[in-house]
């Protein structure tokens, strides 16, 4: 209302302004009223001015943009979240995918932890013996007697044999060759290079299965000072000695598949 009152005001002023002046020119007597009449109408024309509401086409807009506001802050909070998570994924490493893998062999007693067992706990057979960062490299099996069946107190990883006749301390971790698949691997050698971050091929002191972690063939063994080098017929527990040797510098040897190469103290270096 008060708009119109404004507006109607600011018609009236000029139009009272040239009758007044016509009046005066023409000496009637109206001209005093008509100059009245248009400061009033000046005065209305203020009083509308000042209580006009605001622009409804301002008020309307504020909420819109409210709205579209709060709709790119939940997008923004979508990407972040969404950023976060991939780089979240992105930071899972192969050492710690394939931990979370063997924890569920062992839930399904395909894999056992470091520890002490009894026996009946660990099902008779052979299994790869994988050592981790902070865990023991030593082995053993004892009968009902308390006597040592056999031990071994590894460099790296290695094959154990399993009886199932007594105590077994177990340092590193257990795993069954048949669970090689599920965890995406062939030899025990491939799961000790991921769960110690080695990147490159290795060729380390190691208890190697041929056939398995290295092919059949000729080496040429060197060692560390002195180094120990041995041709088994099988894992720790249940093998004979095929060949051995104490040496200091190179050592040639020939195995083929099946058998278990034995390095302390040296590396494959052909």
């Not at 302004?17 to 000496?27: E, G, N, R, W």
């Not at 031990?151 to 669970?179: K, M, T």
Request: glycine share 8%; aromatic share 12%; proline share 3%.
């Amino acid at each position: 209302m008060w708009d119109l009152i404004a507006f109607i005001s600011l018609l009236a002023v000029p139009v009272f302004l040239v009758i007044a002046i016509v009046s005066l020119v023409k000496k009637k007597g109206t001209a005093k009223r008509n100059f009245l009449f248009s400061g009033l109408a000046f005065v209305l024309f203020i009083v509308g001015i000042s209580n006009a509401p605001a622009s409804s086409s301002e008020t309307v807009s504020t909420k819109p943009n409210d709205d579209t506001s709060l709709e790119e802050k939940k997008e923004v909070d979508t990407e972040v979240k969404a950023e976060t998570k991939a780089e979240e994924e992105v930071k899972m490493t192969p050492q710690m995918e394939m931990t979370g893998k063997i924890q569920e062999l062992i839930s399904t007693e395909q894999a056992f932890d470091a520890g002490s067992y009894i026996k009946g706990d660990i099902p008779e057979g052979e299994y790869a013996f994988i050592p981790f960062e902070g865990s023991s490299q030593y082995y053993a099996e004892k009968d009902s007697s308390g006597n040592i069946v056999d031990n071994e107190n590894f460099n790296s990883f290695g094959y154990v044999y399993v009886h199932g006749i007594g105590n077994i301390e177990n340092g590193g971790v257990l795993i069954n060759p048949s669970a090689y698949e599920t965890l995406g691997v062939k030899s025990a050698k491939e799961i000790y290079q991921i769960m110690n971050q080695v990147e490159d091929d290795y060729k380390d002191s190691a208890w190697y299965k041929v056939g398995v972690d290295i092919p059949a063939g000729q080496y040429v063994i060197e060692s560390y000072g002195e180094g120990y080098v041995a041709i088994m017929s099988g894992p720790v527990g249940n093998n004979d000695i095929v060949d051995n040797e104490i040496f200091n510098g190179r050592y040639q040897l020939t195995v083929n598949d099946g058998q278990y190469l034995k390095i302390s103290q040296g590396f494959i270096s052909e």
